[in-house]
């Protein structure tokens, strides 16, 4: 009898999985058949397979004048995925990646609705899409077991960008993980044509362990209901829209960031610096209701679209201007324009000196030592080519006024720093220990754990937009300042380190 009760439970087990699976053949089937039974959806309509993508990429504006049948179907998958470099996290993911698949649809469209459940998941999921209206926005009829299929209709009847989330419960802990999303119901007459359009997510993340701390993480129930994440991150992870991941554009052109703000605890306080939004279509509504602005809130659980044109060649940070979350818990990324400058309106640096209030005098005088030694090299040139030490006492000089026009901020004028944040630059062994490094992190930057002189530090240096004879001055300077002595910096040797595209 016990055998028999296991060979029906076997047969209904295979049963499920062949429905699920002939589910999911017909929904990605092209076909104009009629709509699903009880779905609602007039039978006469066009029938297309919804275009999905992973941020930050969005699908092509819809070119149609009527409404369709819009299919949609995503998986549910958990996965482990990169959070940070060295840093893991369990995530669980709508479509296998955080955020979820941008769904672009009509106004008037009909959605049917797959929500298929990866039979590798521990958990049930569902879905509440705001768009929707009905209970749950779709989370009553979406409940999925793993292994399981779901389907439900509805009809996008509002515009506008909304949200996507599970609502399983408890719901913050799943958004928290990474099942959130957006979904964008165009207007029927379309929305202002832009050159470039991206999707931009925020989010927390609340790991066991501290920003940067290294391994796979786990979820931290306490410090999410203290709303102290440890990370505050753009499409996932820190750094998903920096380096070989940034965001690109030309001058001349017009960009369009659908932005969403997951939470599920914070506010967002989103900026472009270097840019003002033209147009900000305010919690993701259908009017450009506010112009040239430079700042604007996201709720949690919200949305907001901001178009802008540019005008100047140049790298631009995306940044909550909540700005320890940018800094010191990921919230940053990056959007690099190319194209001709326009010195009309941004002449780039005129001049560079040094101005420090009371300690003015003091860049006054480095500028006429930097001239004396100018002349000196200028003189001995004629008649003495060794002008080795004229030559490193005039890029100290240099050097300085950089580092006190940029640097000076965090490392502090006397090179110690701020301790616990911002590491030192006096008698450090890690600046010293390798030149190449060196150079490395002004070119591109540093973020996470590092030790200075036996303490840890954990913040975030953003890369340094200079010259690479401004780098070669700036780093010869700290170098040989504060108790430190090396062999000056030279432009051929940024310059290699600047070329080298190899991974680090």
Not at 94 to 114: A, K, L, S, W
Not at 142 to 157: K, L, N, R, Y
Request: glycine fraction near 10%.
């Amino acid at each position: 009898m016990k055998k028999f009760s296991r060979l029906l439970a076997a047969a209904a087990l295979i049963a499920v999985a062949l429905s699920s699976q002939a589910a999911r053949a017909a929904a990605e089937s092209e076909t104009t058949a009629s709509s699903p039974p009880g779905s609602g959806i007039p039978a006469n309509l066009p029938i297309e397979h919804a275009v999905l993508t992973q941020a930050p990429n969005v699908p092509p504006p819809i070119t149609r004048k009527t409404p369709a049948h819009v299919i949609v179907t995503i998986e549910v998958k958990e996965v482990t995925r990169r959070l940070a470099d060295n840093v893991d996290y369990w995530f669980w993911t709508f479509g296998g990646d955080v955020p979820g698949n941008f769904i672009r649809v009509r106004e008037g469209d009909y959605i049917e609705f797959h929500l298929n459940n990866h039979p590798s998941s521990k958990l049930p999921h569902n879905i509440d899409l705001h768009a929707v209206t009905g209970p749950g926005g779709g989370a009553t009829s979406s409940f999925t077991a793993p292994g399981h299929g779901s389907q439900f209709s509805f009809q996008a009847i509002n515009p506008g960008l909304f949200l996507y989330h599970c609502a399983t419960a408890p719901v913050p802990m799943h958004v928290a993980n990474g099942m959130y999303g957006l979904i964008l119901v165009e207007p029927k007459d379309g929305m202002p044509h832009v050159d470039r359009e991206y999707y931009v997510m925020q989010s927390e993340v609340y790991t066991t362990g501290r920003y940067g701390e290294t391994g796979l993480q786990g979820f931290d129930q306490t410090k999410a209901v203290d709303e102290n994440p440890p990370y505050v991150i753009f499409n996932g992870s820190v750094g998903a829209l920096t380096g070989d991941k940034t965001l690109s554009a030309k001058v001349g052109e017009t960009v369009r960031l659908y932005l969403g703000n997951a939470g599920p605890n914070l506010v967002s306080s989103f900026h472009l610096i270097g840019e003002i939004f033209d147009n900000v279509y305010v919690e993701g509504g259908t009017s450009a209701v506010q112009h040239n602005v430079q700042t604007t809130l996201i709720p949690a659980g919200g949305t907001s679209v901001v178009d802008f044109h540019l005008d100047v060649p140049g790298t631009y940070i995306l940044a909550d201007h909540s700005l320890f979350r940018a800094f010191n818990k990921g919230a940053l990324g990056m959007l690099k324009v190319t194209g001709p400058e326009n010195h009309g309106i941004y002449s780039g640096k005129e001049v560079d000196a040094v101005y420090l209030g009371a300690a003015a005098p003091e860049a006054t005088a480095a500028g006429r030592r930097e001239a004396t030694l100018q002349a000196q090299i200028d003189a001995e040139m004629k008649s003495n080519p060794k002008i080795a030490g004229l030559t490193k006492e005039a890029q100290i000089s240099r050097g300085k006024q950089i580092f006190m026009s940029s640097c000076f901020a965090c490392h502090q004028p006397d090179g110690m720093g701020l301790p616990g944040v911002f590491p030192p630059l006096a008698k450090s062994d890690f600046l010293m220990a390798n030149r190449e490094r060196a150079i490395r992190v002004l070119w591109k930057g540093l973020s996470g754990p590092v030790t200075v002189n036996g303490k840890e530090y954990n913040s975030s240096m953003p890369p340094q937009e200079l010259t690479e004879q401004q780098a070669a001055d700036v780093l010869t300077f700290v170098t040989n300042s504060f108790g430190n002595s090396a062999e000056p910096f030279t432009v051929d040797e940024i310059r290699k380190v600047h070329q080298d595209t190899s991974p680090h």
